[in-house]
């Protein structure tokens, strides 16, 4: 099993580019299953969780190319609707394809999606829309049988759920009649979704609102799309920067998704300038405590929450964390209690950061993507040495984030 060693402590210095957007690109590659025609991705990050999604798209007979950051997926004959258990289970976006195979085929049969164990992470909400649009769903122990003769519009509540409201859509662009979506998701990669789909022929009305309203085409066709920026990793690399206090200019922003996070590191107290499309850290003189509070878009991301926590540990004061989202979120916390952080777990969503504390090197856990991204931030503060174990967790939503890091002066190693 891979680790990464940190020797921490100092400041770095340099640019990094944002990758494309993991949680947008998932969504885009179910819906190349709804056309046999060429679909063209551009910008899409080197990640595990892409990798693995391409060989489960292949396994159901899709032709896959991929060149540099460039995926180009025709799935003209599909030979198979049942998930591979073992891809299926290693990440929650093969949800999606539960939505998009079912308007393909009518059919499907797959593990329950699995990814970061942050809470219970149930599927109710797919489960009932899938219902209500006129498929069966069978929910055995190892997994879930859906079909459908075909696929209805109806009135549906998503409650917000992201890849809840991902997948209604999926399955909704090709059903009978008009599905009106309410309580839908309006995160960044639930629109970039939802216009790819308008691109592929999809009628969607309403995208960025709460409400969509869906007219089932009777065909799609292929379409080309570039990736946003992945704002979870500038939000990442921005508190990088701050909490070991260094310089750094994070090419290829997209600011308009950043709100959130520029709020919390301007109560904070680390200065910034943009520049086109550029980010500029700068070193922070003192850190401030503040609450830190999660929510839905626009509001911070539940997925920024652990690494705005190790920034509280450098912070005068004490910071409140609230993250009502996911019920397993704070565990990162007893990680960085060993590294030498003051912090109190309340309950499953509220914590409260004392700082600033030094932390010194310790063996750690990354728990899920975006603990171990924490976990890489704070060995990266602490002085002496960090190990960093599990960190195919990092890999899944990082692109090879040792070498990026090493090219601003970080000593990170990745061994065996
Ligand atoms: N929920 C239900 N029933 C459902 C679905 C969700 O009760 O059927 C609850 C969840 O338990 C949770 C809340 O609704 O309390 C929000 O869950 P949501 O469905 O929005 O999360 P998700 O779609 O499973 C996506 C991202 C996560 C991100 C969350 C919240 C993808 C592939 N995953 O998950 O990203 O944290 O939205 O924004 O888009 C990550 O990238 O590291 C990651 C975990």
Redesign the pocket.
Known sequence: MEKFVIRGGKPLAGSIRIAGS??AV?PMLAATLLTRDVCTITNVPDILDVRNFLQILKNLGCEVSIKGGKVQIRAARLVSTRLDSRLGSS???SVLLLGSLLARSGRVASPYPG??L?????????VRAFRKLGASVVLRKRGLHIQTSKLRGAELFA??????TENIVLAATTAAGRTVLKLA?Q?P?VVELCRFLVAMGASIQGIGTHTLIIRGARRLRGASVRVIPDM?EAGSFAILAAATRSELRLRDVEHSHMDAVYHNLLEMGVPFDRAGSDLILHKPRQLTACTIRTGLYPNL???LQPPFGVLATQARGTSIIHDW??EGRLGYLKQLRRMGAKAQILDLHRALIEGPTKLGGATIESL???SGMTMVIAGLVATGKTIIVNTHNIDR?YEHLPERLQAIGADIQRIE
């Open positions: 993991k949680n998932l990440m929650r976006a990814g970061d942050i809470g219970v992470r149930p599927i109710d909400v797919h409650e917000s759920s992201v890849t809840g998701a995160e990669h979870l991301a539940t997925d989202i996911f899920d993507i975006r939503g």
